[in-house]
DNA sequence: CGATCATTAAACCATTCGGTTGACAATTGG
DNA sequence: CCAATTGTCAACCGAATGGTTTAATGATCG
């Protein structure tokens, strides 16, 4: 399966922790992108989107695909899937509350009446 | 819904991009902790831990309660959900279905499509 | 060949990060 | 009251980060 080595968890979160780089993920998303076009959208120099991609690509989140002299990118999922993997450890600590939060929210609609009223409040 | 604000996902993936804090998270999965019990098992000042839990806290991963002198921590997930949500938009790119947001987002080259569920696991 | 385009390299700068140490505040217990 | 415990604060340090600008490299094309 999926490595979780604590380096390569470093190298992804550190990868995923920035505006620039997310959005360059959610463009390469769409497909391939070469260095140029996914510069474009920010407002910063070449030479810094470039720096911006390697850092990407020192996650294994891009892979680079060198044809002339244009390098063109495309998404390597495989480091997401490990992220997901290391927050899947935690998953049951969110889905039971987020259970009971989409219930709160779903009191919009007809109310489920508390069947068990007991003072005690659960959890938290 | 959990919002996805980019200023909230820095923090987020900041907090979650070292080792340490990680490792902190993981002992908070097992319930409360102090700042000195958080630390202990860390080759560093009490100070630096105490940096540590501030990054998470700053992150929204960690809930702290000041019963006299004592700061007892405690895990939030619901960053960590966050996270997940976030990842969530990328999931298709790994679990190895193509729907038809795909098939239209990468409208070249469609391979044939495999008819495995590949039933997603939690690791560890 | 020579110009141009796509991209990286290198040097530099300000800020942040992760760590230290020492002083400080607050709570607790003898 | 006094001393120990718990934890933060402040100043400092070296390294990394994110950005710049100015070359330099290499492929393409007239």
Known sequence: M???DSQTLDCIFHALGDTTRRAMLRDL???ERTVSELAEPFAM???AASKHIRVLEAAGLVRRDIRGRTHHCSLDPTPL???DQ???IYRRFWTGRLDALEAAL???APPPPPKK???GKEGE
């Open 2 to 4: 999926v490595e979780l």
């Open 29 to 31: 998303a769409q497909g």
């Open 45 to 47: 120099s070449l030479a």
């Open 81 to 83: 899937a490990t992220a």
């Open 86 to 88: 290391w927050l899947g």
């Open 106 to 108: 779903r009191a919009e």
């Open 117 to 119: 009223p007991l003072p």
